[in-house]
């Protein structure tokens, strides 16, 4: 199982950034698959928990109305799309795949992406 | 939410650690706890209050249920010191502890 996120970098407080996470190993369309980021020195929080056909979405209340999570299953790949960016939400986002029966565990994870946001 | 104790356990290799979880409602047996150390990623290592993921070593166990979950590493490893977070998943949004550090005396 590998997932490698990308799409990380500085942007300024107000604008937008796309999150990827391609993944290899297993069958993407049978799982569920999240996103959770940890800020600098931090903790962890959920972002995003997305069905494996993408149509049931959860998101945290700090992201809701400004990130939206989608998924290609042609292309074994998850996404976060993230807009109207605010200098809390710098941190390491980490995609993972859900434990077998076990809805809302993540039993891998990719090595992270670093999203800045700062003037 | 969850509050872990200790926030930090400084102990030595070869020595137990007991670290603890607790729900401010019953989660029922939906947690899992997570280990993860510097510039790595999370791993996980229990689900299900008691399930040892896959890979993981027997000197380490959980155990619990409702309101009251325990990590428990039965002689600690150099590799074992890390921080290490419970989560639950009984409803949206899941949540994940705040940490408990286990660092080397």
């Known amino acids: 199982v590998q997932l490698v996120e990308s799409g990380g970098g500085l942007v300024k407080p107000g604008e937008s950034l796309r999150l990827s996470c391609a993944t290899s190993g297993f069958t993407f369309s049978g799982h569920y698959m999240g996103w959770v980021r940890q800020a600098p020195g931090k903790g962890l929080e959920w972002v995003s928990y997305?069905?494996?056909?993408?149509?049931?979405?959860d998101y945290a209340d700090s992201v809701k109305g400004r990130f939206t999570t989608s998924r290609d299953n042609t292309k074994n790949s998850l996404f976060l799309q993230m807009t109207n960016l605010r200098v809390e939400d710098t941190a390491i986002y980490y995609c993972a795949k859900e434990a077998p029966r076990a809805y809302g565990d993540l039993e891998s994870w990719g090595q992270g992406t670093m999203v800045t946001v700062s003037s | 939410v969850l509050t872990q104790s200790p926030a930090t356990l400084s102990l030595s290799p070869g020595e137990r650690a007991t670290l603890s979880c607790r729900a401010g409602?019953?989660?029922?047996?939906?947690v899992a706890w997570y280990q993860q150390k510097p510039g790595q990623a999370p791993r996980l290592l229990f689900y299900d209050a008691s399930k040892r993921a896959a890979g993981i070593p027997a000197r380490f166990s959980a155990s619990g249920s409702g309101t009251d979950f325990t990590l428990t590493i039965s002689s600690l490893g150099p590799e074992d010191f890390a921080v290490y977070y419970c989560?639950?998943?009984?409803?949206?949004?899941?949540?994940f502890g705040p940490g408990t550090t286990v660092d080397m005396k």
């Open positions: 989560h639950e998943r009984i409803n949206w949004p899941f949540t």
């Open positions: 997305i069905s494996q056909s993408g149509l049931n979405i």
């Open positions: 409602h019953s989660v029922g047996t939906f």
